[in-house]
């Protein structure tokens, strides 16, 4: 089975800090992807990574950023957090490839507050 | 820009009904569409996904239809059971390589009633 771990599963913050959430999956897979959820709003896009090193900005990329060093892991980077980032964040994996079509897979999710 | 609506928001049934959950978009130009599961705080769990040049797939108790020209899915769950009770989102696929961004509902919360 396919596994996509999240560092946590709940997180508070201060307003400014800079918060890292990490995503680990173990199944070789090219794609990852970062989302938050907000109730009324959905599952909406933030940064999308097809290989290491490479990204590719969602819907909403503003005041985040993200890194992929290695395969396995993709990091979701808030570097001033603001309360109107407090939401649930969800990481994905897909096994990718142009052309084929795959399903993606979640993590568990972290519910971040940012006070 | 690809907009997927679920109607209704909510739906409850009682124990052992079929039913039916409904998801709309606006763009029929997608690679593929997948519905998942989502249990209160927790991450998403796919269930089905359909190709494009699929019209359904089937897996045990449920079954998902996509009629492209339309803009519709509809995900069938047969014999409903109260672990069938969690929030069901569709989502549609896009991107420049092809398939790999989801564009999603905001979900129907289904409860079964024992």
């Known amino acids: 089975d396919v596994k996509v771990t999240q560092s946590s599963r709940y997180l508070v913050k201060r307003t400014g800090e800079k918060v890292f959430l990490e995503c680990v999956q173990d199944?070789?897979?090219?794609?990852m992807f970062w989302y938050r959820q907000d109730p009324g709003l959905g599952l909406r896009l933030i940064y999308f990574?097809?290989?290491?090193?490479?990204?590719e900005k969602g819907d909403i990329p503003e005041g985040y950023s993200v890194s992929r060093e290695k395969k396995e892991r993709f990091s979701l980077i808030l570097e001033s957090a603001s309360t109107n980032q407090t939401s649930m964040y969800l990481c994905a994996s897909s096994l990718g490839g142009s052309g084929l079509i795959h399903e993606q897979y979640f993590g568990p999710g972290t519910r971040l507050t940012v006070t | 820009k690809q907009e997927v609506t679920q109607i209704p928001a909510a739906l409850s049934v009682p124990e052992g009904e079929n039913l039916v959950l409904n998801c709309s978009f606006t763009d029929s130009a997608i690679y593929n569409l997948q519905w998942f599961r989502q249990d209160p705080g927790k991450g998403l769990t796919s269930l089905l996904l359909?190709?494009?040049?699929?019209r359904e797939q089937t897996s045990g108790r449920l079954n998902a239809s996509l009629d492209k020209s339309s803009g519709r899915s509809t995900l069938y769950i047969a014999a409903s059971q109260p672990g069938d009770s969690a929030t069901y989102l569709c989502a549609v696929s896009r991107g420049n390589f092809g398939n790999e961004k989801l564009t999603f509902g905001t979900g129907t919360r289904l409860t079964i009633i024992p």
């Open positions: 990574s097809y290989d290491v090193k490479m990204k």
């Open positions: 199944m070789d897979h090219e794609n």
């Open positions: 359909i190709q494009s040049s699929q």
